[in-house]
């Protein structure tokens, strides 16, 4: 069975970092292209990062680029999203999802909260 | 980056009515495009990718179809376990977009 677990959300201040994990299992990481989403608190979803499998080719939002920074290690099995510089707009649910080779995201997590906030 | 309208944003339905959901894309996408259902306090869950193939065991009333800049998402004989929120996302290119949303609800 195909899992994301999310991890290392929390509160924290302006200006803050915060770096979060997911941990996946049930298929074969390495193979696989992965995303961070986010969701806004009774908003929609926004994309955030994604980073390839293989070459490591990496994009980012505008709205995070410069401050966040994904990375993966297939080793562990795991997908890493790094926030530096944290702002208030940055509150969000934050997902990571696998994406099929195609672009499509066919599996999620079922997310981590980040709230910044004085 | 590619705009990604969704229409109408909220649908007030029965069980068994049809329900139809748009997406209107900035710019022509071929066929990349997949279909969200998101209840609340859940993750999103895949339901059509490639505007029109069902993912594994989502139920057949689901259908999706267009192509280029006009999608839609049909919900035949709407069941109490599709009151939810669906949204259109385009993986075309970088960056993935989503639609806003739509939401159906109970009449």
């Known amino acids: 069975e195909v899992q994301l677990v999310e991890s290392g959300g929390g509160v924290v201040q302006p200006g803050g970092s915060l770096r979060l994990s997911c941990a996946a299992s049930g298929f074969r990481f390495s193979n696989y292209e992965m995303n961070w989403v986010r969701q806004t608190p009774g908003k929609g979803l926004e994309w955030v990062s994604y980073?390839?499998?293989?070459?490591?080719?990496?994009y980012y939002a505008d709205s995070v680029k410069g401050r966040f920074t994904i990375s993966r290690d297939d080793a562990q099995n795991s997908l890493y999203l790094q926030m530096n510089s944290l702002r208030a707009d940055d509150t969000a649910i934050y997902y990571c999802a696998r994406e099929r080779a195609d672009g499509e995201g066919d599996y999620w997590g079922q997310g981590t909260r980040v709230t910044v906030s004085s | 980056a590619i705009w990604m309208t969704q229409s109408p944003s909220l649908i007030s339905a029965s069980t068994g009515d049809r329900v139809t959901i748009n997406c209107r894309v900035s710019q022509g996408i071929a066929g990349y495009l997949a279909w969200y259902q998101q209840k609340p306090g859940k993750a999103p869950e895949l339901l059509i990718y490639?505007?029109?193939t069902l993912q594994s065991g989502v139920p057949s009333r689901f259908s999706g179809s267009g192509s280029g800049t006009d999608f839609t998402l049909t919900i035949t004989s709407l069941q109490s376990a599709d009151f939810a929120t669906y949204y259109c996302q385009q993986y075309y290119n970088f960056p993935r977009t989503f639609g806003q949303g739509t939401k159906v609800e109970f009449k």
């Open positions: 490639a505007a029109s």
């Open positions: 980073i390839s499998s293989g070459d490591n080719t990496i």
